[in-house]
């Protein structure tokens, strides 16, 4: 069973380049529909259950916008 | 659950005010990475140049000097000489290290200057707008070059870590990417080596980054790692240009022998 | 070496002052006619565990000031005209970090690539900041071999007390001559404590010298904090020497190597009957200007002699404001002039009717 992981996205931090989705091996990632205060789309995770927490998202992340939670192993 | 790759300490919290999709936010943060991992946030001086990153001195939680444009490999030396001890480097871009600060940097690396240097390529002037820079490629249009780079006029781009390992001086040279996970590894791994350059006392260290700058090449950021990995990477071969392979002792052991320092 | 007087050449005396003043760090580059400064201290400093670096050009000298001095060090580069002018970023740099560290400018004539000979055409550059943007530097205008040492001294000092880069104006004959020097006792106090230097944030905060502040309010803020100290050198640190001013009706002010010949002059014209006083500026910024106008209480008339087009004469005729006849001798492309010279244009003042100028200066 894998991992139970998520992404936490600041979404005022987050300025929608989009890197993050393009990345994403799970491809759970995209620009949400609404807007951040600067009028940026900002990123969100839309289907938490397929997180694996591989980090890529936040690696590849200029902003340093995403932090990446992972349950300790057992 | 425990977070991984939070903000490390060196970064500040401080929102960054680059472009969306601009490499500099990245380079920052994994050079912030590698000073934590090494522990050395708190005997660092961090030079910032005149570019896009001229805030860097906001961006790192560490000491940190704004140098003059072009300068910073000297305003290092200055640092570095009275505070051997201290880890010191420099952050530039095109501009700033390949046009006005050329002889700067060309000595610092032939003296040999325990100092690291990350070394931004972006193939232009971001910060004034999108100008031609010694980086840009044959063909780029910019705005100072609006019909293409054309070599007839201009002149051929700089490869700065070439021209930097015909000198005996440097000790660690190596040009990276951030264009995909797989290289932003490697650009870490890069910028750490090149700071263990300057702790283990081998000597000057140079990390060129390809790094892409949508607003200016007029494209998305996912279409800026493209056509950097199509167009940059070709023109600017990535790997280790110089590498002192061995460990300190065994290479004052070989210069001993020889009365050569073998590089490898 | 011993404390006493020794014979030295002024450029050697200004780099030993240097390092008994706790200087320990120096960045320069070759250029006539200060180069023995450079070579003394590349003898010396390895000798006090000092840094020494010839650097590829001024401007890679004064960058490494600026990071030196933002460490905490105590440094000093040195050059002629053509290199002090490509110092300025530089020199407005540490000025708007408020860096202290000393700069010496060996003038040789120019403009251009001149001569190698000396002269005092830098005498703008120096005082009226030289580098853009609202800043000035203490001034100091050696005239002996001993005031090469003394004057070094001082500029560390000051440096120190202001948080500021201090300009020490010699010139080629100052640099080359040599004369009987007693150098300054040692050791040199210890630096005051430098909280705001980069030495790494163990402990701290992190510290941060910048010059750029791209809101409007705070730069005003910065530059008003730069003039209120700049206020208080002027109001503080103006030096001069008077000679026989007292009673002189005939007022000469020169500066440097000029002010020696003039002194020379200014005694052949007492033994001739004219009552002519000599007013050497010490410190060219902050202009000694409460001190002129008191020198000149007596005086008819001014002359000013320069070996340049005419540059302090415009801070004497500014002090003055136009209360006396402010006239001009100047001499360029290295010629020196000789006493004899500046007695003749005393005669000449001295025999004019009252309120007349001989010639537009």
Same mark, same amino acid.
């Given at each position: ?74 | ?101 050329? =002889? ?119 279409? =800026? ?40 | 070496?011993? +404390? ?29 006619? &200060? ?27 004064? +960058? ?43 003038? !040789? ?5 001149? @001569?190698? !000979?000396?002269? &005092? ?50 010139? @080629? ?50 530059? !008003? ?5 700049? &206020? ?44 002519? @006083? ?32 005419? &540059? ?42 009252? @309120? ?6």
């Amino acid at each position: 069973m894998a991992k139970p992981a998520t992404i936490e996205i600041d979404r005022e931090r987050c300025k929608g380049c989009e890197l993050c989705g393009a990345f994403c091996p799970k491809k759970i990632i995209r620009p949400a529909p609404d807007t951040n205060s600067f009028g940026y789309h900002p990123a969100e995770l839309f289907d938490p259950a397929r997180c694996t927490g591989c980090g890529i998202c936040a690696l590849v992340c200029p902003d340093t916008a995403i932090v990446v939670r992972k349950e300790e192993a057992a | 659950m425990a977070a991984a790759l939070a903000r490390p300490e060196a970064l500040a919290p401080e929102p960054m005010h680059y472009c969306p999709g601009c490499g500099h936010g990245l380079i920052h943060r994994l050079t912030a990475e590698v000073i934590d991992e090494l522990w050395i946030r708190e005997k660092t001086i961090g030079v910032a140049s005149v570019g896009c990153s001229v805030f860097a001195y906001q961006y790192f939680n560490l000491d940190m000097q704004q140098a003059a444009h072009g300068r910073a490999p000297a305003v290092a030396t200055g640092i570095k000489r009275v505070l051997p001890d201290r880890v010191v480097f420099t952050y530039q871009g095109d501009g700033d290290l390949a046009s006005i600060g050329l =002889a700067e940097i060309v000595h610092a690396a032939a003296r040999g200057e325990k100092i690291t240097v990350i070394f931004v390529n972006n193939a232009n002037y971001g910060m004034t707008g999108g100008q031609m820079a010694p980086t840009t490629l044959p063909g780029q249009k910019t705005t100072s070059s609006p019909g293409g780079r054309d070599v007839k006029q201009a002149g051929h781009p700089l490869r700065i870590v070439e021209m930097l390992a015909t000198l005996d001086g440097p000790a660690y040279l190596a040009r990276v990417s951030v264009h995909n996970p797989a290289q932003i590894f490697k650009t870490k791994k890069a910028i750490r080596k090149a700071f263990e350059t300057q702790i283990s006392g081998l000597g000057f260290a140079l990390v060129e980054v390809l790094s892409p700058c949508p607003t200016n090449w007029g494209l998305k950021p996912v279409e =800026a790692l493209r056509w950097l990995e199509n167009n940059m990477v070709p023109y600017y071969p990535l790997g280790e240009y110089r590498s002192i392979a061995p460990g300190a002792a065994e290479l004052n052991e070989t210069k001993r022998r020889t009365g050569r320092t073998e590089r490898g | 070496m011993k +404390n006493g007087k020794i014979l030295l050449k002024g450029n050697e005396a200004l780099g030993e002052a240097a390092v008994l003043a706790g200087c320990r760090c120096f960045f320069g580059y070759p250029i006539t006619p &200060q180069t023995e400064l450079l070579e003394y201290l590349a003898r010396r400093l390895p000798e006090v565990d000092g840094v020494f670096l010839q650097a590829e050009s001024e401007i890679a000298a004064i +960058n490494m000031v600026y990071g030196a001095a933002g460490a905490g060090a105590r440094v000093m580069t040195s050059s002629s005209g053509p290199g002090i002018s490509l110092k300025q970023e530089g020199i407005s740099f540490l000025a708007a970090a408020g860096l202290p560290c000393v700069i010496v400018n060996v003038m !040789r004539c120019g403009p251009g690539l001149g @001569g190698i !000979r000396p002269s &005092q055409a830098d005498y703008f550059q120096a005082t009226r900041g030289g580098g853009h943007g609202d800043y000035r530097l203490p001034v100091l205008a050696p005239a002996s071999v001993q005031e090469m040492a003394d004057l070094t001294v001082r500029a560390f000092a000051l440096a120190d007390q202001y948080r500021t880069p201090v300009m020490i104006l010699a010139d @080629g004959l100052l640099g080359q001559m040599m004369e009987p020097v007693e150098l300054p006792a040692g050791p040199a106090a210890d630096p005051p404590p430098r909280p705001w230097a980069t030495t790494g944030c163990r402990g701290r905060q992190k510290n941060v010298i910048n010059t750029m502040h791209l809101y409007p309010e705070e730069l005003e803020a910065v530059n !008003r904090q730069l003039q209120e100290k700049f &206020q208080t050198i002027a109001r503080e640190e103006a030096r001069a020497e008077k000679y026989l001013t007292g009673d002189a009706e005939i007022l000469v002010v020169a500066f440097g190597i000029v002010a020696r010949i003039a002194k020379e002059a200014v005694n052949k014209a007492r033994a001739a009957g004219i009552k002519a @006083g000599l007013f050497r500026p010490v410190t060219l910024w902050p202009f000694p200007a409460r001190a002129l106008a008191s020198a000149a209480a007596k005086a008819r008339a001014v002359l000013t002699v320069e070996m340049n087009a005419g &540059q302090m004469v415009e801070d004497v005729r500014l002090t003055l404001d136009g209360s006396r006849q402010v006239h001009f001798y100047g001499r360029a492309g290295g010629m020196i002039p000789a006493g004899q010279e500046i007695l003749e244009e005393i005669r000449r003042i001295g025999g004019m009717q009252r @309120g007349r100028c001989a010639r537009p200066a």
